[in-house]
């Protein structure tokens, strides 16, 4: 057979200005919906959106919490069937198709898909519900305690993939050697079949034969002897092409994947075999216009300012993260820490079967859908959870297992606040510490000095060797001060810009004296909204004012002080 016309897989972005209806505060679509979809044909849709959108940034609908519904239309051909994949909305979505429910999301900011049957071309109706109402039933891992403000909408892109029944599904890359370089790659289908296969890395052929191909995968170690590496400083990436054909079975897919091993040895994190010194930020998706669903230019803006400021690694706080902001990662050569949703849960939660159910499926689907993503160098979970409390182990321990059973490459790690009196960071592979000293106090009218950063890195240093954890890797995970954009003040007052100047070079000279500490994300990246409520007294203009930029990414003194002088390791 002369050379044979591959299919290439063609994804139908189905991004643009959907059809959307406003229907309340008090609508009860969300659940009436669900038992009699017919209701779905009453809907009329006054408006449209934009996908990926917020719809509670929208003139008329900023801050409003209930219902709203989108809908678009997809031109099926002669695909056997569809997978449409939504990279992530909030705070809940039900899917429906041509009016039968087809999906309930109850995990913001995950990826998921949603197969859809083809019989011939057809024209395919998709509704999406959105509510942005907290509902701990329907909703529990997104509440209106955290300290950043929830959204609702379809917050990032989604695709729809003609397919034949028998296709790759997706896969997973591990270099398992840079000297030379090797990669192991495990192909997994959306069920059983044998198939010829071809790989080519780059345009070159590097395997060719029959495999049985399933949903528990199969691998295939390679020899990618000459290839370039990964790494902050070269993120060389190259591109891995499945051919997938024979009876019943048609399919091509194009992975990008970067050639790095990464690795805990002592109080090391090496990556190809070279000790790590992390500096950056905690980085919320957020912007007053436009929520999470941040326009890509604007990822690529704020990885900018990471670099001017000879940052090499950003947390993506507090929740899976946008995947176009991960590839530009890779592209940059950003380190990152992506975790799974979480901000201070507590007993209620551990004791929470359907939440710790969620928590744990949402742990294992971020890093099945982001495992091939070399800017990645470890998993995080629970920020902050009340890991002193009775029942926070067994959490601990089933969300560490949870990471490395779905990716045994990367370490794990979780930010605690709870220490010295935590009881689980025996448990993960780095230790990551938040603490704010010279601004949070145990006692408000206490006089907080500057001095107190180097005293509190120090003590924390000592406990942990006293409790045997000093031969992990240690990052402070989380340390900042707040400033208000444009509070200049003589006196370097609380919130002034002067202030929080001060704090952080002080941050990053008492942390840079420290060998035993391998890595600081300063918290945070740029101002973003959270709640009035509980603690408006702390949230000026109910924003989180400790991002060394504002909300609309105009740098404070703090940001320009440190691209200045960082010193750093
Ligand atoms: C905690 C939390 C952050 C933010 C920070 C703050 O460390 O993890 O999300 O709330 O405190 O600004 O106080």
Same mark, same amino acid.
């Given at each position: 057979?002369?050379?044979?016309?591959?299919?290439?897989?063609?994804?139908?972005?189905?991004?643009?200005?959907?059809?959307?209806?406003?229907?309340?505060?008090?609508?009860?679509?969300?659940?009436?919906?669900?038992?009699?979809?017919?209701?779905?044909?009453?809907?009329?849709?006054?408006?449209?959106?934009?996908?990926?959108?917020?719809?509670?940034?929208?003139?008329?609908?900023?801050?409003?919490?209930?219902?709203?519904?989108?809908?678009?239309?997809?031109?099926?051909?002669?695909?056997?069937?569809?997978?449409?994949?939504?990279?992530?909305?909030?705070?809940?979505?039900?899917?429906?198709?041509?009016?039968?429910?087809?999906?309930?999301?109850?995990?913001?900011?995950?990826?998921?898909?949603?197969?859809?049957?083809?019989?011939?071309?057809?024209?395919?109706?998709?509704?999406? !519900?959105?509510?942005?109402?907290?509902?701990?039933?329907?909703?529990?891992?997104?509440?209106?305690?955290?300290?950043?403000?929830?959204?609702?909408?379809?917050?990032?892109?989604?695709?729809?993939?003609?397919?034949?029944?028998?296709?790759?599904?997706?896969?997973?890359?591990?270099?398992?050697?840079?000297?030379?370089?090797?990669?192991?790659?495990?192909?997994?289908?959306?069920?059983?079949?044998?198939?010829?296969?071809? $790989?080519?890395?780059?345009?070159?052929?590097?395997?060719?034969?029959?495999?049985?191909?399933?949903?528990?995968?199969?691998?295939?170690?390679?020899?990618?002897?000459?290839?370039?590496?990964?790494?902050?400083?070269?993120?060389?990436?190259?591109?891995?092409?499945?051919?997938?054909?024979?009876?019943?079975?048609?399919?091509?897919?194009?992975?990008?994947?970067?050639?790095?091993?990464?690795?805990?040895?002592?109080?090391?994190?090496?990556?190809?075999?070279?000790?790590?010194?992390?500096?950056?930020?905690? /980085?919320?998706?957020?912007?007053?216009?436009?929520?999470?669903?941040?326009?890509?230019? $604007?990822?690529?803006?704020?990885?900018?300012?990471?670099?001017?400021?000879?940052?090499?690694?950003?947390?993506?706080?507090?929740?899976?993260?946008?995947?176009?902001?991960?590839?530009?990662?890779?592209?940059?050569?950003?380190?990152?820490?992506?975790?799974?949703?979480?901000?201070?849960?507590?007993?209620?939660?551990?004791?929470?079967?359907?939440?710790?159910?969620? !928590?744990?499926?949402?742990?294992?689907?971020?890093?099945?859908?982001?495992?091939?993503?070399?800017?990645?160098?470890?998993?995080?979970?629970?920020?902050?959870?009340?890991?002193?409390?009775?029942?926070?182990?067994?959490?601990?321990?089933?969300?560490?297992?949870?990471?490395?059973?779905?990716?045994?490459? /990367?370490?794990?790690?979780?930010?605690?606040?709870?220490?010295?009196?935590?009881?689980?960071?025996?448990?993960?592979?780095?230790?990551?510490?938040?603490?704010?000293?010279?601004?949070?106090?145990?006692?408000?009218?206490?006089? /907080?000095?500057?001095?107190?950063?180097?005293?509190?890195?120090?003590?924390? !240093?000592?406990?942990?060797?006293?409790?045997?954890?000093?031969?992990?890797?240690?990052? !402070?995970?989380?340390?900042?001060?707040?400033?208000?954009?444009?509070?200049?003040?003589?006196?370097?007052?609380?919130?002034?810009?002067?202030?929080?100047?001060?704090?952080?070079?002080?941050?990053?000279?008492?942390?840079?004296?420290?060998?035993?500490?391998?890595?600081?994300?300063?918290?945070?990246?740029?101002?973003?909204?959270?709640?009035?409520?509980?603690?408006?007294?702390?949230?000026?203009?109910?924003?989180?004012?400790?991002?060394?930029?504002?909300?609309?990414?105009?740098?404070?003194?703090?940001?320009?002080?440190?691209?200045?002088?960082?010193?750093?390791?």
């Amino acid at each position: 057979m002369g050379i044979r016309q591959r299919r290439s897989r063609v994804a139908m972005v189905l991004d643009g200005s959907w059809e959307f209806a406003w229907l309340g505060e008090e609508s009860d679509l969300s659940e009436q919906a669900l038992a009699s979809p017919a209701l779905l044909q009453q809907l009329v849709y006054h408006e449209r959106a934009p996908v990926p959108g917020c719809f509670d940034t929208m003139p008329g609908l900023a801050g409003c919490r209930g219902t709203a519904a989108y809908r678009t239309w997809i031109e099926q051909q002669d695909e056997e069937l569809g997978v449409i994949h939504f990279d992530g909305v909030g705070i809940w979505a039900a899917v429906f198709v041509d009016g039968t429910l087809m999906h309930v999301q109850r995990k913001p900011y995950s990826p998921f898909t949603v197969e859809v049957d083809a019989n011939g071309p057809a024209k395919r109706e998709l509704i999406v !519900i959105i509510d942005n109402r907290f509902h701990e039933v329907r909703s529990p891992l997104q509440e209106n305690y955290f300290d950043f403000y929830a959204f609702g909408g379809i917050f990032r892109p989604v695709t729809y993939l003609p397919l034949g029944r028998n296709h790759i599904a997706r896969t997973e890359l591990v270099t398992t050697s840079i000297a030379p370089p090797k990669l192991s790659a495990t192909l997994y289908s959306s069920r059983s079949f044998s198939a010829e296969v071809e $790989l080519e890395v780059d345009g070159e052929s590097v395997f060719a034969g029959t495999l049985d191909l399933s949903e528990s995968g199969t691998t295939v170690e390679l020899d990618l002897s000459g290839l370039a590496l990964w790494s902050p400083e070269k993120p060389a990436l190259h591109t891995l092409q499945i051919h997938a054909h024979g009876e019943g079975v048609d399919d091509v897919l194009a992975e990008r994947f970067g050639l790095r091993t990464v690795e805990v040895k002592g109080r090391e994190v090496l990556l190809n075999g070279k000790p790590l010194s992390l500096f950056g930020w905690n /980085r919320h998706e957020t912007h007053p216009q436009f929520g999470p669903a941040l326009p890509h230019q $604007l990822m690529a803006q704020d990885l900018a300012f990471f670099k001017q400021a000879s940052a090499n690694f950003v947390r993506g706080s507090h929740y899976p993260q946008d995947d176009r902001f991960l590839d530009l990662c890779d592209e940059l050569g950003m380190l990152v820490w992506e975790e799974s949703l979480g901000w201070q849960q507590g007993e209620r939660h551990f004791q929470n079967a359907e939440y710790q159910r969620l !928590i744990t499926e949402q742990q294992r689907e971020m890093i099945e859908a982001h495992f091939n993503h070399p800017s990645i160098v470890m998993w995080g979970f629970q920020n902050e959870m009340a890991s002193d409390k009775e029942g926070a182990r067994e959490v601990v321990a089933r969300l560490a297992a949870t990471s490395r059973e779905a990716d045994p490459s /990367r370490p794990v790690t979780f930010a605690t606040c709870r220490f010295p009196d935590d009881r689980c960071l025996d448990l993960v592979d780095i230790i990551s510490l938040n603490m704010y000293p010279g601004w949070y106090a145990a006692d408000n009218d206490e006089y /907080r000095p500057l001095a107190e950063i180097g005293t509190r890195l120090s003590e924390s !240093i000592a406990e942990l060797a006293r409790q045997g954890l000093g031969e992990k890797p240690l990052i !402070i995970s989380e340390i900042g001060a707040g400033a208000i954009y444009g509070w200049r003040d003589a006196h370097s007052g609380h919130w002034s810009e002067q202030y929080q100047t001060d704090y952080l070079l002080e941050v990053i000279a008492q942390v840079a004296q420290r060998d035993e500490i391998m890595g600081l994300a300063l918290w945070q990246f740029c101002d973003g909204r959270t709640y009035g409520s509980s603690r408006a007294l702390g949230r000026p203009r109910s924003f989180n004012n400790k991002g060394v930029l504002d909300e609309y990414r105009r740098p404070k003194q703090a940001f320009n002080a440190i691209c200045e002088t960082r010193r750093w390791k």
